[in-house]
């Protein structure tokens, strides 16, 4: 699997975590935190779909101080946003 599927796959299955806390809350999360990194996460995914990512050293890593910041490490969605967010740095 080459970069840019694994970036879109990661950044789908973060979207589904984000939007499960979201329905049903879960981890103590913040909803305005919550929207806000899915906004981000729609965000990177339309990038990785049109195939027009900046450079890699123009690529932010918002969400990952997000969610050192003040997320639960065990939480499946902290895992998740992180991963992807990674995999869009890399892609």
Same mark, same amino acid.
């Given at each position: 699997?080459?970069?840019?599927?694994?970036?879109?796959?990661?950044?789908?299955?973060?979207?589904?975590?984000?939007? %499960?806390?979201? +329905?049903?809350?879960?981890?103590?999360? #913040?909803?305005?935190?919550? !929207?806000? =990194? @899915?906004?981000? /996460?729609? &965000?990177?995914?339309? %990038?990785?779909? +049109?195939?027009?990512?900046?450079?890699? #050293?123009?690529?932010?890593? !918002?969400? =990952? @101080?997000?969610? /050192?910041? &003040?997320?639960?490490?065990?939480?499946?969605?902290?895992?998740?946003?992180?991963?992807?967010?990674?995999?869009?740095?890399?892609?």
């Amino acid at each position: 699997m080459d970069r840019l599927e694994r970036a879109r796959r990661l950044l789908e299955a973060a979207l589904r975590e984000v939007e %499960a806390e979201i +329905a049903t809350p879960s981890c103590g999360l #913040r909803q305005a935190q919550l !929207a806000s =990194c @899915r906004e981000t /996460l729609t &965000g990177y995914l339309a %990038a990785v779909n +049109a195939g027009q990512l900046p450079p890699r #050293r123009d690529r932010p890593e !918002a969400l =990952c @101080r997000l969610v /050192l910041d &003040g997320w639960p490490f065990d939480a499946a969605v902290s895992s998740a946003v992180l991963a992807a967010e990674r995999a869009f740095r890399n892609a």
